[in-house]
């Protein structure tokens, strides 16, 4: 006999580890106990060497669906003699290091058990067990147990206690365990706060049907859905949201479902219905019966099935697809607590389907969209988070990286592990910086890391960068932001680089404090060098250029011909009462920083082409004249280089040039995508021979362009490169904060 003492790192509590264990070690006659601490989970277990070694070996080959082992350290310890198994109850000592699991979509016992009239759980839409349902969003505390989680103010009535303590149940420690007896409940309410009649999920579904607003309480917050079918109040909830063009997303209850409506891959498929259950943009069928008024100007929608039984049980009795969108006004972030969201949401919602279960943390749906048959994060939030990203090296010191001003995410970092905050939001009211300064504070207690080092961006009046600056006790690593997007990009990788990076995005600061956006640098993990950009043109009004295409159209033109402005263009002619001013603003530099965008290059060209002059949301220019690409035109327009220079002045002339000649919207836009990538690839194959090296970096918002990533990384890998580009994080500035983490975890290793 030998006794062994077994260190379990990982995400191992919550997921049905410790009833995994305990089977195991019953079924082989092991020996010993098995305990949740705050480390993980620690096993001891006495046997036979052979045993040993198998009881061992079967932990990781046999692990539940949603254990993830990072680590299995064995050490010999005296033996005792003493027979059985057991579960011991937790640990709170020791340093915090386990893993906290992502909450997880509905598993298929427990569907089951929803739709089965015989069961005490039917159509009970809190039913979850330790293989599925609430994690992240409401534990308080740690280690994981049920008085540190909201589910705390929940007695288990005696048959939930029975499973609930019984290691042959699904539900043996499963912490949020519950049932109609001792569990949450629902409620439909009117805005004044009144109970309407009926059971409340069919009550509700019959007024999605006729056509109201419904607040739901969810998961990590508040949606707004209304029926997805309905031109009328998909309208009236863009009026009441303030909310213009900016896409919906859609639930529907099945694959089936989402196949009448989009062209739906295997891949996607399988992302769909995996237990992360994002959001999933997929293009839509021209034939599908969806409001127009869902995603106007898009061939593509977002879709995702189920994830609480709540939502499942709503799907079916709607049958049909309803929109689902953060519940919030026009920028704020997604409500959670039950007083606010009734308020902030009063003049929205004609009814509320609430529940009692409190929320802790604010988490919105994570979007993935599919790329080169992969899938590819653009909002990165509920059912991966808090799960970390492994660093490529590992960190000596405890950081923390503020991230940037939109979409924010922040990082926690401690020696390998990366913890990449939810989707905070756009850091521009008071509402996004509460919840981004209460979400640090959160990050730091579950995980247990307190920031020595703190990483952040140039840009002076960033929010996330004066929060950096009030720190005290802390050694302060500023990151420039497309230095951060190579990083993250590595750090998505497991790289360290060096490599050439190309970062395409709207703007961000640049160290000589004009705003860079189409960048083409030499950068590892601790720094980089410039070696191309775009030519720089100014920005005419700072943010006012940003909301306004069309006058990125009067600067690219001010650039590229100078007094000699070509005569007859629509653009000038939309415009007329302000186009004047523009250009001189333009032409004197006067409030118009100069920047080399590439966001807002596409932003000229959207306008000159007619596609779009305003834009309501971000990268909106971009998305429709993406979109208007004739995927079978071959023409490219010539882009020239010169002194480190990509001049864009050259697709500006070609595009004006075309537009004289009638050629059509469609070619144009393809010939510009095809002239900008030519001569990315170009530039970018030169940097990497020039220093000898064999990869590229894609990152920055401009790549979720997807025409334009697919010819860089053709081009690229024709010339025999390696691409690398994001699979973990976004390359939008969700993923700033993982790239601000890794050069300060590199910079900190690389010191004497
Ligand atoms: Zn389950
Ligand atoms: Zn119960
Ligand atoms: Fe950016």
Redesign the pocket.
């Known amino acids: 006999m030998v006794r062994v003492r077994i260190h379990v790192d990982g995400i191992v509590q919550g997921v049905g580890f410790r009833p995994f264990v305990y089977t195991l070690a019953r079924e082989l006659a092991v020996a010993g106990f098995v305990r949740n601490t705050a480390a993980g989970v620690v096993i001891e277990a006495e046997a036979p060497p052979a045993v040993v070694d198998a009881f061992a070996a079967a932990l990781r080959s046999g692990a539940p669906a949603l254990a993830r082992i990072d680590e299995l350290r064995r050490e010999p310890i005296p033996g005792t003699g003493a027979g059985g198994f057991e579960i011991e109850l937790s640990t709170a000592d020791g340093p915090r290091r386990t893993l906290i699991s992502p909450d997880t979509a509905t598993c298929v016992d427990c569907l089951a058990e929803l739709a089965d009239p015989t069961d005490r759980r039917h159509r009970y839409p809190f039913i979850n067990c330790t293989n599925c349902g609430p994690r992240f969003t409401i534990i308080t505390g740690v280690p994981y147990d049920r008085p540190a989680t909201t589910m705390a103010g929940f007695p288990m009535c005696a048959d939930c206690r029975r499973e609930y303590d019984d290691p042959a149940d699904r539900r043996f420690h499963a912490q949020p365990v519950c049932c109609p007896a001792c569990g949450p409940r629902l409620r439909l309410v009117d805005t004044a706060g009144a109970e309407l009649p009926g059971e409340p999920v069919n009550a509700a579904a019959d007024l999605l049907l006729s056509g109201a607003v419904i607040a739901v309480k969810g998961l990590g917050g508040y949606h707004l859905a209304v029926d997805a079918r309905s031109e009328e109040a998909v309208a009236t909830l863009r009026a009441r949201k303030h909310r213009e063009d900016k896409p919906f997303a859609v639930l529907l209850s099945d694959l089936d479902g989402v196949r009448a409506w989009c062209d739906v891959t295997p891949a996607a498929a399988e992302l769909l219905a995996g237990h992360r259950r994002p959001i999933v943009l997929l293009p839509r069928r021209p034939d599908a019966r969806l409001a127009a008024a869902l995603a106007p100007g898009n061939d593509h929608v977002g879709v995702l099935l189920p994830y609480t039984p709540l939502h499942h049980l709503l799907a079916a009795a709607v049958s049909g697809p309803i929109v689902l969108t953060s519940g919030n006004v026009s920028d704020e972030p997604i409500s959670y607590l039950d007083d606010e969201a009734t308020t902030r949401l009063a003049g929205i919602a004609d009814a509320f389907l609430l529940h009692d279960r409190p929320i802790r943390m604010r988490t919105d749906d994570s979007v993935v969209r599919m790329v080169r048959g992969h899938p590819q994060p653009v909002r990165r939030s509920r059912g991966y988070t808090p799960e970390p990203i492994t660093l490529p090296l590992s960190c000596p010191r405890p950081v923390l990286a503020v991230g940037?001003e939109l979409k924010n995410t922040f990082c926690l970092a401690r020696d390998r592990q990366a913890f990449v905050s939810h989707h905070i939001g756009d850091l521009e009211n008071f509402e996004t910086l509460r919840s981004f300064i209460d979400g640090i504070a959160h990050f730091g207690m579950l995980f247990d890391i307190t920031p020595e080092v703190v990483a952040y961006d140039l840009h002076p009046e960033y929010l996330s960068t004066k929060h950096a600056m009030d720190l005290v006790d802390v050694e302060l690593i500023g990151v420039q932001?497309h230095h951060a997007?190579i990083a993250s990009c590595l750090a998505d990788n497991g790289e360290v680089g060096p490599v050439v990076g190309v970062a395409y995005?709207?703007t961000?600061y640049g160290t000589d404090g004009t705003l860079w956006g189409g960048e083409i640098l030499l950068a590892d993990l601790t720094g980089f060098r410039r070696l191309a950009h775009l030519e720089p043109v100014p920005l005419p009004g700072g943010a006012a250029a940003i909301r306004a295409p069309w006058r990125m159209a009067a600067a690219h033109l001010q650039v590229a011909y100078g007094e000699e402005l070509p005569v007859g263009l629509e653009v000038s002619g939309r415009h007329e009462a302000l186009w004047g001013q523009v250009l001189a603003m333009a032409a004197r530099g006067v409030n118009a920083p100069m920047t080399s965008s590439a966001g807002r290059l596409f932003d000229a060209v959207a306008a000159l082409t007619g596609v779009r002059d305003d834009v309501n949301f971000e990268g909106q220019a971009a998305i429709e004249l993406e979109q208007c690409v004739d995927l079978g035109e071959t023409g490219s327009y010539p882009m020239g280089a010169r002194d480190g220079l990509l001049l864009g002045s050259d697709l500006i002339r070609a595009v004006v040039d075309d537009l004289g000649r009638g050629v059509g919207v469609p070619a144009i836009a393809a010939r510009f995508h095809r002239g900008l990538a030519a001569a990315t690839v170009q530039a970018a194959a030169t940097a990497a021979r020039e220093h000898a090296l064999d990869t590229v970096a894609l990152s920055?918002?401009v790549f979720q362009n997807v025409v334009l990533l697919d010819l860089v990384t053709d081009g690229l890998e024709r010339e025999g490169l390696q691409v690398l580009t994001h699979e973990q994080v976004p390359c939008?500035?969700g993923g700033?904060s993982l790239g601000q983490a890794a050069v300060a975890a590199a910079q900190c290793s690389h010191r004497p």
């Open positions: 940037a932001h997007h995005d709207g961000g920055g918002g939008n500035d700033i």
